[in-house]
Nanobody, 127 residues
Framework: QVQLVQSGGGSVEAGGSVRLSCTAS????????MGWFRQAPGKEREGVAF???????TYTDSVKGRFTISLDNAKDTLHLQINSLVPEDAAMYYC?????????????????????WGQGTQITVSS
């Protein structure tokens, strides 16, 4: 049984930093589609950051320069480092993974129907 278990998040002051983690069991991220989404109340789910099987990385424009996606192969854990938080970053964050192969741009679309999802982690931003 595949599980993606998320950790991290919480309440963070604007301008602060937080790291989200997503650890897989029964599945190896490897060089396959993986990424992070977020959904704020009353808004549609939004793709945030993705890694493709070729190692390419894609970020949505609003997070470029502030978010960093990375994979710890040894621990089979996907991370999302978030710096310089702004109120608009407040949302429920989800990791996603799929055995599909492709570039990060391809994965940013493919993962909307990902095979595996984390349980979600809330980030609130206080000013």
């Amino acid at each position: 049984q595949v599980q993606l278990v998320q950790s991290g998040g919480g309440s963070v002051e604007a301008g602060g930093s937080v790291r989200l983690s997503c650890t897989a069991s029964g599945y190896t991220f490897g060089r396959r589609c993986m990424g992070w989404f977020r959904q704020a109340p009353g808004k549609e789910r939004e793709g945030v950051a993705f890694i493709g099987n070729d190692g390419s990385i894609t970020y949505t424009d609003s997070v470029k320069g502030r978010f960093t996606i990375s994979l710890d192969n040894a621990k089979d854990t996907l991370h999302l480092q978030i710096n310089s938080l702004v109120p608009e970053d407040a949302a429920m964050y989800y990791c996603a993974a799929d055995p599909a192969l492709g570039s990060s741009d391809y994965c940013s679309v493919r993962l909307n129907s990902a095979s595996y999802w984390g349980q979600g982690t809330q980030i609130t931003v206080s000013s």
